[in-house]
C-alpha cells in the first residue's frame, strides 16, 4: 500500500522527522511517498532509509528544487 507525505516547503530536519513519524505506522511492505524540497534531505532520507533497512525504492528531482523519494518499510 502506498502512503503520501507531502513537506514541501519544510526546513531540514523537519522532511525526515515527518518521513520518520509516518513510517512508523505503516505495515511492513508499505511504501512511502515524500515529496519534498529541502536539498539536506536528498542525502539525509535515503541515509535513514539504508540504517533502518528501508528500501529506496524511487528517486528522482521533479524540478530544479523539489524531489520525490519512495521508502518501503522494511
Same mark, same amino acid.
Given at each position: 500500500?502506498?502512503?503520501?507525505?507531502?513537506?514541501?516547503?519544510?526546513?531540514?530536519?523537519?522532511?525526515? *522527522?515527518?518521513?520518520? $513519524?509516518?513510517? @512508523?505506522?505503516?505495515?511492513?511492505? =508499505? @511504501?512511502?511517498? *515524500? !515529496?519534498? !524540497?529541502?536539498?539536506?534531505?536528498? @542525502?539525509? *532520507?535515503?541515509?535513514?532509509?539504508? $540504517?533502518?533497512?528501508?528500501?529506496?525504492?524511487?528517486? @528522482?528531482?521533479? !524540478? =530544479?528544487?523539489?524531489?520525490? *523519494?519512495?521508502?518501503?518499510?522494511?
Amino acid at each position: 500500500m502506498k502512503h503520501k507525505l507531502e513537506v514541501i516547503g519544510m526546513v531540514c530536519p523537519f522532511p525526515l *522527522i515527518e518521513a520518520k $513519524e509516518a513510517m @512508523e505506522k505503516l505495515n511492513s511492505g =508499505d @511504501e512511502l511517498v *515524500i !515529496d519534498f !524540497d529541502c536539498t539536506q534531505a536528498t @542525502e539525509a *532520507i535515503p541515509r535513514w532509509a539504508a $540504517e533502518a533497512g528501508h528500501a529506496v525504492t524511487n528517486f @528522482e528531482q521533479v !524540478d =530544479d528544487a523539489s524531489w520525490t *523519494i519512495t521508502v518501503q518499510k522494511k
